[in-house]
């Protein structure tokens, strides 16, 4: 009785423990995302010292139960930990920069990723449902027996790792071998080099044999002047006949004869556009021809003697003569009017020559001197004395650079444009007239003794040219060079083939 009447003591009721577990995100990778490795919390059951029961509600929970329960959860986590990392493993691989893809090797990869993750999703299932469990309300009992103490117990779990070379996958450790990507060698394509395709030989072209071409008869006495037309189709000539002519220079048939002169004509020269012919005569007159008809079309008259040098200027706007007055008239070709007359010569002022720029006049006297003119002024810039010689012809070298002269005395000389000497090329007799080469590389003379000369400007006889049976009064080059024509006392024209 008196144990039954004791009082009982009242038990403190026992608190639920309730583990708290982060619930796992879900992640869905894509093959361009990169998963968010989010770390779970490892979950360590904490022991809280049981209070005394009370009388009147005394929980009893089962140790076992709640500790195969946290078992189960915690196991779930590291499952779920697990195949993240795997996911992880995986995703690094497909997302690593490769070079060159390898499609099938790609497709296994995201397998395999997939998998690690439905792996995860159970995992986090399971744990969620073990967490769930847990969290259950126990149910309570009334009970006046003594409670059973609850024992202390701390629980530790450690994961079993998966051997070297193998990774948990659905709970089994497996081999995962992921297939190598080939490493792509950046192998620099050959640069083709820039090698000029082979050209064949540029052929050498097969000298031209020099000498005679062919011979233009139809003058009836001996020629003073022969002169190529501008684009060296034509070849027009004076002569004592009093006449002037034209002929094709390729069959060498006369095309034209002109009259009108009162004597002998000295000198022919063409316009630069081929359009007119000019010549001067001992008539003291220059007449003006149309080159394609023949038609006289003016005469100019102004000198007081016989003219004998005559020449148009390159850009057609002048024409200059020389006279037995000793004096070189300048024309207008547009009015055809006297617009300078240059004085300075004291005989006869045999030939006349226009530098290329139209500026300067070179001119050749009897009276032993070569003189250069500024035509704009009127006046002289140089003189050169040739003495005893009296000059027989001048030119002017296409480049501008020279002038030259060929002398009574059986010489050419040359010298620079403002008088300074360059070379002096002997002959055996009179030099009638000098020609330079279209490219200014060598000069032709004609002289006395029948022959046709050429020679270079260091003074070197290259060539010389036979044929004529009368004294050279004339030579002149054709425009485009290798050719060369020739008039004589023989009263004929002579076609060459020359450098």
């Not at 003594?146 to 701390?154: G, L």
């Not at 226009?354 to 704009?376: A, F, H, K, Q």
């Not at 000389?413 to 002959?427: E, K």
């Not at 003379?445 to 270079?456: A, M, P, Q, S, Y």
Request: charged share 15%; hydrophobic share 30%; proline share 11%.
């Amino acid at each position: 009785t008196a144990t039954a009447n004791a009082p009982t003591p009242t038990p403190t009721p026992l608190p639920t423990e309730t583990p708290t577990a982060t619930p796992m995100p879900t992640d869905t990778p894509t093959p361009t995302d990169t998963p968010t490795d989010t770390p779970i919390p490892t979950e360590t059951p904490t022991e809280t010292p049981l209070p005394t029961p009370t009388p009147t509600e005394t929980p009893t929970p089962d140790a076992t139960a709640t500790a195969a329960i946290l078992e189960t959860s915690v196991a779930a986590t590291i499952a779920a930990r697990d195949a993240e990392a795997t996911a992880d493993a995986a995703t690094a691989t497909a997302n690593a920069p490769t070079p060159t893809p390898d499609l099938t090797a790609t497709a296994a990869v995201y397998a395999t990723i997939v998998a690690a993750t439905v792996d995860a999703r159970d995992a986090i299932a399971t744990s969620d449902a073990a967490t769930a469990t847990a969290n259950a309300p126990t149910p309570t009992s009334t009970n006046t027996a003594t409670p059973t103490p609850t024992p202390t117990a701390t629980a530790t779990f450690t994961p079993t790792p998966c051997p070297g070379g193998t990774v948990l996958l659905r709970g089994r450790c497996v081999t995962f071998t992921p297939t190598p990507t080939p490493t792509r060698t950046n192998t620099p394509r050959p640069v083709p080099t820039d090698t000029p395709t082979p050209r064949p030989p540029t052929p050498t072209p097969t000298p031209v044999p020099i000498g005679l071409i062919n011979t233009l008869t139809g003058h009836s006495a001996r020629i003073w002047s022969v002169q190529w037309s501008p684009d060296g189709r034509t070849l027009a000539s004076t002569s004592d006949d009093t006449s002037v002519r034209t002929w094709s220079a390729s069959s060498g048939a006369a095309e034209l004869t002109m009259w009108g002169h009162g004597g002998q004509v000295a000198s022919v020269t063409w316009s630069p556009d081929g359009r007119y012919l000019a010549s001067g005569s001992d008539d003291q007159t220059v007449r003006i021809w149309d080159a394609r008809s023949g038609e006289h079309l003016r005469t100019l008259q102004g000198h007081t003697d016989e003219v004998e040098g005559i020449a148009w200027s390159h850009d057609s706007r002048y024409l200059a003569t020389g006279s037995d007055d000793a004096s070189i008239r300048i024309w207008d070709t547009s009015s055809w009017s006297t617009v300078q007359t240059l004085w300075g010569h004291s005989d006869t002022v045999v030939e006349v020559a226009w530098s290329p720029d139209n500026r300067r006049l070179v001119s050749g006297s009897d009276d032993s001197t070569v003189r250069v003119w500024d035509v704009g002024s009127g006046q002289q810039v140089t003189s050169i004395s040739v003495a005893p010689a009296e000059v027989e012809g001048v030119a002017w070298s296409p480049n501008g650079q020279y002038i030259a002269a060929g002398m009574s005395q059986s010489f050419a000389q040359v010298w620079t444009a403002d008088g300074g000497f360059v070379v002096r090329m002997d002959h055996p007799k009179t030099l009638r007239s000098v020609a330079f080469s279209p490219d200014s590389r060598y000069l032709a003379t004609g002289c006395g003794d029948n022959n046709v000369r050429i020679w270079n400007l260091q003074g070197s006889l290259l060539h010389t040219l036979s044929g004529h049976t009368g004294a050279v009064r004339s030579v002149s080059y054709a425009p485009g060079g290798g050719r060369l024509a020739s008039g004589a006392e023989d009263a004929t024209i002579k076609l060459w083939s020359v450098p």
